[in-house]
């Protein structure tokens, strides 16, 4: 363990609370500029192409696995946690069967020590071995909230992945599992967000009927987004984005549809094509009730590769037992 303290500070381990995320703290705020940019006329949308496509699709996971806390010999603490984060990427491919080996495209895992507003001097890794594996969790102090933190860098790995494999194995189509929330600077990649939730509706109300009216392989017209708040203005453009729902089950309302997302930088032509590929494809990789609870938006693939990604992060038990374990060690021997 080096991780570096200024004098009269101890880490000491959160006995009763490890923290959990909350997704919704980081949906980004639209509203809807253009509704009928692709069309006036609303109503359901069959695809011109067909679902023969290579399709990646990216996720990513992350776990809370001891909370602690950094004392100061004045009594002041702050808060923290130890985080597991995976990020992947699994291909299919048409006509062939799809191994684990061919179709893994990419998995990482990251572990960070999150300090929540801790002083100046606390630095370092926070390592120890468990088995014939040794684990590593990189500090990072930060003023932000514990759980906006965490998906922050949950989704910077992801987009990582995301255009990693889009460099490298050049799917006809890459679905990203969320919100899209990072895209680089100067380019605008064709990466597709996927949101399972339904918070908000992005549909006009007097064109919602189409919603209702959709059949499974069907999509309906895309929709202009602009974020909305004090940012507003021209410089905000880039985070601009088209957005749709496809139908992908029989389920009544929302839980049968998905909304799909993608920034607007790559323009109104490309996202008709990306549009109509996610309503041909999407619906083959639709979850049943019996593989998945969240089915069916919680496509097959993408429940697949959280499986993997958890086994690669390691047992939970035997990582938080390590840590505190660890934490203990060191309070003994001040």
Not at 45 to 64: C, Q, Y
Not at 305 to 327: F, N, S, V
Request: proline share 6%; aromatic share 8%; net charge positive.
């Amino acid at each position: 363990m080096s991780i570096r303290l200024p004098e009269g500070f101890r880490l000491i381990p959160d006995q009763w609370e490890t923290p959990q995320a909350q997704e919704s703290l980081l949906e980004e705020s639209q509203e809807i500029e253009d509704p009928y940019i692709e069309t006036k006329e609303w109503k359901p949308i069959s695809p011109k192409t067909g679902g023969n496509l290579r399709v990646a699709f990216v996720d990513g996971v992350l776990r809370f696995e001891q909370g602690v806390y950094l004392e100061g010999s004045g009594g002041k603490t702050f808060r923290g946690t130890f985080l597991s984060i995976g990020a992947g990427a699994i291909i299919t491919e048409p006509g062939r069967v799809n191994t684990l080996a061919d179709s893994l495209a990419k998995a990482v895992v990251r572990r960070y020590l999150i300090l929540h507003g801790a002083p100046q001097g606390v630095e370092g890794t926070f390592s120890f071995e468990l088995g014939n594996f040794s684990i590593t969790f990189n500090l990072l102090n930060t003023r932000d909230d514990t759980s906006s933190t965490a998906i922050n860098l949950m989704r910077r790995e992801e987009l990582k992945v995301a255009l990693e494999v889009m460099r490298e194995r050049k799917p006809d189509l890459i679905i990203a599992d969320g919100n899209l929330h990072y895209t680089p600077e100067g380019e605008t990649p064709p990466l597709i967000g996927l949101v399972k939730t339904h918070r908000k509706n992005y549909i006009p109300e007097k064109e919602n009927r189409v919603l209702r009216e959709l059949n499974i392989f069907e999509r309906t017209p895309i929709v202009k987004l602009h974020p909305k708040g004090k940012e507003q203005g021209k410089e905000t453009r880039r985070l601009d984005k088209f957005t749709w729902y496809v139908r992908i089950g029989k389920q009544e309302g929302f839980s049968g549809l998905v909304r799909l997302e993608v920034r607007a930088g790559v323009g109104l032509k490309t996202a008709v094509e990306l549009a109509d590929k996610t309503a041909s494809t999407l619906p083959l990789f639709a979850s049943d009730p019996i593989r998945d609870m969240r089915s069916p938006q919680n496509l097959l693939p993408v429940g697949f590769l959280e499986k993997i990604l958890r086994k690669l992060m390691g047992d939970h038990l035997l990582i938080k037992r390590a840590i505190a374990t660890q934490l203990f060690k060191r309070l003994q021997s001040l």
